[in-house]
């Protein structure tokens, strides 16, 4: 019945859109990653910060396109997951990208890049959510 409601054209071309939009999240943090890679080895040096949050956020790249195929399957509980950390992972990212001395300015301008394609993941699987509970 749930899969039944995410069925359509409109909704296939939805989850594409969240698809491209969270490869495009993997990209800039993949470009993150490579960036703090080539600063290390030109021996300019990286904070453990900046490591950590851009394995983290290409590690969770994959996960978050698995929930998306969940959710645009019809999987409730992934439309709710997939809705929850697509709306409070930008803001995550860019919050933190406001604390001065944290981590460079290109730094924080390519994550926050990414963070922001995430935005539109989160406008689709409010939708997604909103013709869920209307049945």
Sequence with gaps: MMAEQLRG????????????????FLV??????????GVTLLGEGASTFMWVRALILV??????LWVARSAGAG???????LRVVSTVLPV????????PGIAP???GVIQGLG?????????VSR?????????
């Design 9 to 24: 054209a409109s909704v296939r071309e939805e989850f594409e859109l969240a698809r491209k939009c969270i490869w495009i």
């Design 28 to 37: 800039f943090n993949t470009i993150a990653l490579a960036s703090v890679i």
């Design 59 to 64: 590690a969770v790249s994959p996960f978050l």
């Design 75 to 81: 999987s409730a509980g992934m439309v709710g997951r």
């Design 92 to 99: 995550a990212v860019v919050v933190v990208d406001f604390i």
């Design 105 to 107: 300015v290109w730094y």
């Design 115 to 123: 963070a922001l394609a995430l935005i539109p993941v989160a406008v």
């Design 127 to 135: 939708r997604w959510a909103r013709r869920l509970s209307a049945a």
